[in-house]
């Protein structure tokens, strides 16, 4: 009877084997990318893998708060955040520790993950101007920095400083050309302002179709959302700085634990998102750019048009961020 009982077992083993090199392990992800962006990934590795995962969302802030609070009970594995800046500050308070992965080193440019490899980029978004087509300016766009110039005086829309993705554009352009200068141009932005800051992208993109003003600066898939609503808005891409610093661009990412009770899946799913079968569709979801450079951009993206990017490492997005701040203040730029 025994030795039924272990053919029986045995030949489930072979019928239903463990999935996955994890052993059908759980992992926990705390996101501040939304549920929409991260779920049909997730889905498909735990279909692929056995591997379940339980996700919780919120804002980045509070995601980063509770993982301090919570030290080593964290049930955390895997924190996936937006802005560079933000993947600093968690690698800074020690929330992340450092990985050695081949996978990653070879799907990640340098200059798109931590130089401590706490944390690596998993898409990348391409901060740029927007123009009201009706406005007559193309010809007149170059750059950021000659937004600050007094013939843009009354048609500068702009996004409120309070958000980081403005923070880490103007740290970009502190890093570039120094403290004093990057003050000079913020203060020429301020000065050019057609109306007072938006709370976000999607406003200002619309204050310039409205003619509000002439030209906006914002994440480029608030763009595709706007157009995907609203198709015949006059509104357009223009890449700057293409014969000097290149295009803005920041990353979304994520980093592992320092208290990661599942080390190994963690870094398995990790290497997984950076990988050619997860990385077109997490870019596309959102109408980003992949960070892996064996993948192709999403065919909708790929109507804006190509562009030099800033070959920074968005790490100093980080570094000088709470400069930008101060500087912003400076200025008046709310």
Do not use: C
């Not at 020690?94 to 993950?113: D, I, T």
Request: without cysteine; aromatic residues 8%; glycine residues 8%.
């Amino acid at each position: 009877m025994l030795s039924r009982l272990l053919m029986v077992l045995l030949l489930m083993g072979v019928i239903f084997p463990a999935v996955g090199s994890a052993g059908g392990q759980e992992i926990v992800v705390y996101s501040a990318r939304k549920e929409h962006l991260i779920k049909p990934l997730f889905d498909r590795y735990t279909q692929k893998t056995g591997v379940e995962i339980k996700y919780i969302t919120g804002k980045a802030g509070a995601l980063l708060e509770r993982l301090k609070a919570e030290g080593e009970n964290t049930p955390a594995d895997l924190f996936i955040t937006v802005d560079a800046g933000n993947l600093w500050r968690a690698a800074r308070v020690g929330v992340l520790q450092p990985v050695a992965s081949k996978v990653l080193a070879e799907n990640v440019p340098a200059h798109l993950r931590d130089p401590g490899q706490n944390w690596f980029g998993l898409s990348v978004r391409a901060r740029t101007l927007v123009y009201n087509t009706r406005a007559g300016v193309l010809d007149r766009l170059s750059t950021y920095e000659a937004l600050a110039d007094p013939a843009w005086k009354g048609k500068l829309v702009l996004r409120t400083s309070k958000k980081v993705y403005n923070q880490s554009l103007v740290a970009s352009l502190i890093a570039d050309h120094g403290p004093q200068e990057a003050e000079n141009m913020v203060a020429g932005w301020v000065a050019n302002l057609a109306a007072d800051p938006f709370a976000n992208d999607t406003k200002a993109l619309e204050a310039v179709a409205a003619g509000i003003g002439d030209v906006t600066i914002v994440n480029t898939y608030y763009f595709g959302r706007l157009l995907k609503k609203q198709p015949d808005l006059p509104l357009a891409i223009f890449w700057p700085n293409q014969g000097s610093s290149g295009v803005h661009v920041n990353v979304s990412g994520a980093g592992i634990t320092a208290h990661a009770k599942h080390r190994q899946a963690a870094l398995q799913l990790l290497e997984w998102l950076s990988g050619t079968e997860a990385q077109q569709q997490f870019a596309a979801l959102n109408m980003e750019y992949p960070v892996n450079a064996q993948v192709e951009v999403d065919p909708l993206v790929k109507e804006w048009g190509g562009f030099v990017a800033n070959p920074m490492n968005v790490a100093r997005y980080g570094e000088l961020q709470a400069e930008a701040i101060k500087l912003m203040d400076r200025v008046n730029y709310k």
